[in-house]
């Protein structure tokens, strides 16, 4: 009997044949070495995917290291095959009660793996999947119980879009699976864009039934701005910086109160490193968006390791800088609209009269808008400018609105719904079109959700979230004004875009989207944690069921009135209900200590 | 068959140190004794270091903290996770379960693994808190009084957990094998005088001498005596500890500095401790593991800080105190002007050191300070002798006093040594005090007697219950009106209040009993107290207030 067969017997009946399709399968996708250990060892083109010295004693080390992270009741999804020592090591490491899964996404090198060396009979005690992702992903979400990802480098990364599509394809199905249990405290800035996305991101996280601690330091803004009236620039600094870490402190104490299961901050939020730390130092989960420029804002570079969770607007050298930083995990998460804020709306004729034009533009007087916009200062089409900062932008100053105030909400609504054309060009400090324009702007969301129609420049991230007949984009600024004539005379054209963008926004790109995407990114990556929470493995019926050589433990779960999130502290106030003649049983006891740890709040703020 | 003690010490390294004497304690008691320790998982190789420890259960309690307070696990896994930890405690069926951890969370605990004898805090069955045996209820207590109590914790801990015994002195066993690591760490280099180890920061800020000061009183020393000095400290202390050697060095110090910040383990640090002449130090646990590897201590006591509770154990170890009105603040309090730490010079410690390194005479100037000297009496209990500055006279009288009444309450015998003769100085007020609550004492006997014999009726008078309950209840607001403030009745006083708070009765027959048991011992220690200090007898001044009187006639 060949090895291959030999190997091949100890898959036994393992779903879908795969015995009988590794046959058909061809190698030759990993290139086989000797180690010096003598061992074979193997390498993707000029790759190494195993240790060319010992790959037998590192895969030991990585099966090691996994053990942190993999908790009890898991199950182990393994992405990345190679030679397979590292499944044998962690096969070998673990208690047979717990499952492996590894998944295959090459036959190729799976064939490789089987002529390479012999299998043990571990190989027979591994579920092993392959196919098409989306087939996977349901499979793995199948098994019922939560999911550790466990990807061993070298080999992951010869098919890192097809295991990067089954993370997404998992992050679909939870956030599927999810309704409202989960408890997010979400910082906001003091002032600036992020604040009204922080707003946008409790609405979310509200409608889709999380509870939100809203830690809102806008209200600390008059204070802020007060130190700005310190006229020694440094004095004004320090002040502002000693004002920061007292609002990171001031987050902490919140928080401390009343923990959450995840604290989520907006881009700008006064959370210091030493804060994130000691929130780190005591389990608490932590995530930010992002919502800015990276190459424009690089406070980012300080608090990189703060935060497990990093949400951005940009993809490339973003997600690169940010890891090269020091950040854990990143995520591109594009901005949106709040469908009930940004909306349709009607309205009355002094409202058109004011807020109307043919072509309008809201916004601050960013180098690049005073550079383009007077190219559309022309008498065929009525023309407003809206926003602050546009001090001596003399030649604008017949359009521009109000004096140069600044523009509330509701205001840029009416414009929005007001205007025929709305110009949507995102800031850039240099001429012209941004030439390293990625991100798209909320602006673009907000206004495709008024069902507006927009002019804007073209992003390179655009096309992944507007389709070409959803968006009207313009390449040049300097092609802007025929553009502008263009469309101006095509009210259907203009009239059909609109409604798409619209329809689009309303199923793809909404606030709760953009919540149920970073919840269920984070489910994934913390199964035990956010990701028991989505699934409802805190249920009590679900604890009921996993109560098993604890049945005493079962009683105390039937007891708290809301049966949808069963905690600790639950089960703890209900204890206490019984009163001063009660006399506690010892899982009572224990259960009534465990709840003193969780009052204890003294060492966290 | 030996007998069994579990000892429940979940705090921090220096109260782990603190707990040798009642191991010992308990082997006197119980020759053969097994005792076994319940500790943080951090402090575990202390508790090795232990002598007659035979098992320290850790438990990581702190990550326990963390997972209950974010959630990170469900509750079954964490009840799981604690109940199969715990198993092996209550499969040994031990006699004893001495609490030394003074939190509720202790008490459940302690309540949960089932021993008969428990002493400190405890769950009622209904999962309140109660305290069980006088000297660790004492202990609670003192915090209310701080300022009048004269017992070492050290010695509550040995008094409550077992009883009345000899002296035994804190101690550490440093392996060898520490040992050579510290003679290698320290050998090369060594300066002719030795090396005074330093500890600069503290668990809390609160806690701590300013670090420039200790770097301005390392400096002083360089300059005076060829010492080295060895700086210790936890990794979050480095900030300080630099900042003192930044002054150090500005200040012209010259002397050799080793600086072991987090370069050490727990054993490491005591044989380092150990190789040292002197340890200049906060309250810490470092100061603990010095005394404990015999090493002389200067215990600088600032902030919320008092000696008299946590100061070092055992003879010939020094004391520095402010000589501040508010000094020491209390455990809740938050303060704002650290002042005491100011009131303590540099000139002041560097006399000290240089005077127990045997180059220099006694500190002559100790304005603004109290030095003490630590000793231990023929009772075998640490107490501290006065060496400069000035204590407030009355307080000082009360101070042994009360030493003296709370030992012959709790053990029947007096103390051989520091017994008070004569009256209070503030006799006068207190008989004032004394005669305002005469007829309060009359009016309760006849309330406690009537509520024993309620209780005892079936079925239970409840309403009549309740209005003998309401008159108690007014009874004690007055009681604590009346001896708020007193040095010669407050500390009854809190006794009440924490007995009142604290009953254990599982039906109401049984609480009304226990409230009642609990007025009457105040009754008594009130009555003996006012006629030890001879405020019995006497008439109230005139004006005084008549409340009292008015309130029994109600």
Redesign the interface.
């Known amino acids: 009997m060949t090895r291959m067969e030999s190997n091949l017997q100890q898959l036994g009946g393992s779903p879908g044949e795969l015995a009988g399709r590794l046959r058909q399968a061809e190698g030759g996708a990993l290139a086989l070495v000797q180690s010096r250990s003598g061992h074979p060892t193997a390498k993707a083109g000029a790759r190494w995917v195993h240790s060319a010295y010992d790959p037998v004693a590192e895969s030991r080390l990585w099966a090691e290291a996994q053990q942190t992270s993999w908790k ?1 009741g898991e199950v182990a999804v393994v992405l990345g095959v190679g030679l397979l020592y590292h499944v044998e090591a962690l096969r070998d490491r673990a208690g047979r009660e717990r499952t492996i899964v590894v998944v295959v996404p090459d036959l190729r090198e799976w064939r490789d793996a089987c002529e390479a060396r012999d299998w043990g009979t571990w190989a027979s005690e591994i579920c092993w999947l392959s196919g098409p992702v989306a087939t996977v992903a349901r499979e793995l979400a199948g098994l019922g119980a939560p999911l550790r990802l466990l990807p061993y480098g070298p080999a992951a990364c010869l098919h890192e879009e097809y295991y990067r599509a089954l993370e997404a394809g998992l992050r679909d199905i939870l956030a599927a699976q999810a309704s409202g249990r989960v408890h997010v405290a979400v910082v906001g800035p003091v002032y600036g864009g992020s604040l009204p996305i922080a707003r946008y991101v409790v609405s979310a996280m509200e409608q889709l039934g999380h509870r939100v601690t809203w830690v809102d330091h806008s209200l600390h803004h008059a204070s802020y701005e007060a130190m700005g009236a310190i006229q020694s620039r440094r004095n004004q600094q320090i002040l502002q910086g000693g004002f920061g870490d007292l609002l990171a402190r001031f987050t902490l104490a919140r928080i401390a109160e009343d ?1 959450p ?1 995840l604290v989520l901050a907006l881009a700008q939020a006064p959370m210091s490193l030493g804060v994130l730390q000691q929130l780190r130092s ?4 932590r995530a930010i968006w992002f919502v800015e420029n990276h190459r424009h804002l690089t406070y980012w570079q300080q608090v990189a390791g703060g935060y497990d969770y990093w949400f951005v607007i940009q993809r490339g050298a973003c997600l690169d800088a940010l890891r090269a930083a020091g950040a854990n995990h990143v995520s591109y998460l594009p901005m949106a609209a709040d469908p009930t804020v940004h909306r349709p709306m009607e309205l009355s004729e002094a409202e058109l009269r004011e807020f109307g034009s043919d072509v309008s533009f809201v916004g601050a007087g960013y180098g690049n808008r005073r550079d383009i916009l007077p190219s559309l200062l022309t008498p065929e089409w009525s023309f407003k400018i809206w926003g602050n900062e546009w001090e001596g932008a003399d030649a604008l100053r017949p359009v521009l609105q109000r004096d140069g105030g600044r523009v509330d909400t509701i205001t840029c609504m009416k414009i929005f719904n007001a205007s025929t054309i709305n110009l949507n060009v995102h800031s850039h400090t240099g001429r012209g079109f941004d030439p390293e324009g990625d991100f798209v702007n909320p602006r673009t969301f907000e206004l495709a959700a008024c069902g507006a129609f927009q002019l804007l420049d073209r992003r390179t991230l655009l096309p992944e979230l507007f389709e070409d007949h959803e968006l009207a984009a313009v390449s040049s600024s300097e092609d802007l004004p025929a553009h502008v004539r263009r469309w101006l005379h095509d009210g259907p054209g203009r009239d059909a875009i609109r409604a798409a963008a619209r329809a689009r926004v309303l199923s793809n790109h909404t606030y709760v989207h953009r919540a149920k995407a970073l919840l269920s990114e984070v489910g994934v990556s913390e199964p ?2 956010i990701g ?1 929470l989505l699934r409802g ?2 249920e009590a019926e679900r ?1 009921i069921e ?2 098993g ?2 049945p005493e ?1 079962a009683s105390l ?1 039937c007891a708290p009135a809301s049966r949808q999130r ?3 502290r639950d ?1 703890a106030a209900e ?2 209900r ?7 049983s ?13 009052c ?2 003294r ?2 703020a | 068959m030996s007998r069994k003690v579990l000892i429940l010490n979940v705090t921090r390294m220096g109260d782990l140190i603190q707990t040798g004497p009642l191991i010992a304690r308990l082997r006197y008691e119980w020759p053969g004794v097994e005792v076994d320790l319940v500790v943080d998982r951090q402090f575990e190789p202390v508790a090795r270091l232990l002598d007659g420890v035979r098992h320290a259960h850790a438990y990581d309690f702190s990550r326990l903290g963390h997972e209950c307070r974010v959630m990170s696990r469900d509750v079954v896994e964490l009840y799981r996770q604690v109940k199969a930890w715990a198993a092996p405690l209550l499969d040994e069926r031990y006699d004893r379960l001495v609490n030394l951890t003074f939190t509720r969370r202790s008490g459940l605990l302690a309540s949960y693994l089932q021993i008969p004898d428990v002493r400190g805090v405890v769950s009622a069955p209904d999962g309140s808190t109660s305290i069980r045996n006088p000297w660790l209820a004492y202990f609670t207590d003192l915090h209310h009084y701080r300022r009048f109590n004269r017992f070492n914790l050290v010695d509550l801990y040995a008094l409550g957990g077992s009883g009345v015994g000899p002296h035994a002195p804190l101690s550490l066993a440093i392996t060898k094998e520490a040992r050579d690591w510290a003679d290698e760490c320290l050998g090369a280099g060594r300066p002719p005088h030795g090396w005074l180890a330093i500890q600069i920061g503290a668990s809390e800020v609160i806690k701590a001498w300013r670090p420039a000061y200790f770097g301005q009183v390392m400096a002083d020393l360089s300059r005076r005596t060829p010492i080295g000095f060895v700086l210790i400290g936890t990794e979050s202390e480095r900030p300080m500890v630099r900042e003192a050697l930044m002054v150090y060095r500005q200040a012209g110090g010259t002397a050799p500095v080793r600086e072991m910040v987090n370069r050490t383990t727990l054993t490491q640090l005591g044989a380092l401790l150990a190789r040292a002449r002197l340890l200049l130090t906060n309250d810490t646990g470092p100061m603990h593991m010095a005394v404990a590897v015999g090493t002389t201590v200067i215990d600088l006591s600032v902030g919320h800080v008092d000696f008299r509770e946590t100061g070092p154990y055992g003879r010939g170890h020094w004391v520095v105190q402010p000589d501040l009105d508010c000094a020491p603040c209390g455990f809740d309090r938050i303060c704002g002007h650290h002042a005491c730490k100011d009131r303590i010079e540099v000139r002041q410690v560097a006399d000290l050191c240089a005077h127990l390194l045997g180059c220099g005479p006694a500190p002559t100037s100790t304005t603004g300070i109290k030095l003490f000297e630590s000793d231990v009496d023929g009772d075998g209990l640490v107490h501290y002798r006065q060496r400069g500055g000035c204590e407030d006279a009355l307080q000082e009288w009360y101070g042994r006093w009360w030493r003296s009444y709370w030992f012959a309450e709790f053990t029947g015998r007096p103390l051989d040594r520091d017994v008070v003769i004569g009256e209070a100085p503030d006799r006068d007020i207190q008989a004032d005090i004394f005669a305002q609550l005469d007829p309060l004492l009359r009016a309760l006997r006849a309330h406690v007697s009537h509520l024993d014999r309620l209780a005892r009726r079936m079925p239970i008078p409840a309403r009549e219950l309740q209005d003998v309950h309401r008159s108690l209840t007014g009874a004690q607001r007055e009681i604590t009106r009346l001896t708020e403030g007193s040095p010669a009745f407050a500390p009854l006083t809190v006794a009440l209040r924490r007995e009142l708070a604290c009953d254990e009765a599982m039906s109401i027959a049984a609480m009304a009993q226990a409230r009642g048991r609990a007025f009457r011992r105040w009754s008594e220690r009130v009555q003996r107290v006012s006629a030890c200090i001879g405020a019995s007898g006497h008439e109230p001044r005139p004006g005084m207030s008549s409340r009292a009187a008015t309130l029994c006639r109600d």
Not at chain 1, 578 to 584: D, N, Q, S, V
């Open positions: 009890d923990p299961d005591k389990q608490f989960l035990d944690r028991a493995a805190r604890l996993r109560t050589d604890c433990l779960l069963v905690e600790l089960v204890i206490r019984k009163g001063p003649t009660a006399r506690l010892q899982a009572e006891l224990l259960i009534l200590m465990l709840d003193e740890y969780r204890e709040t060492d966290v």
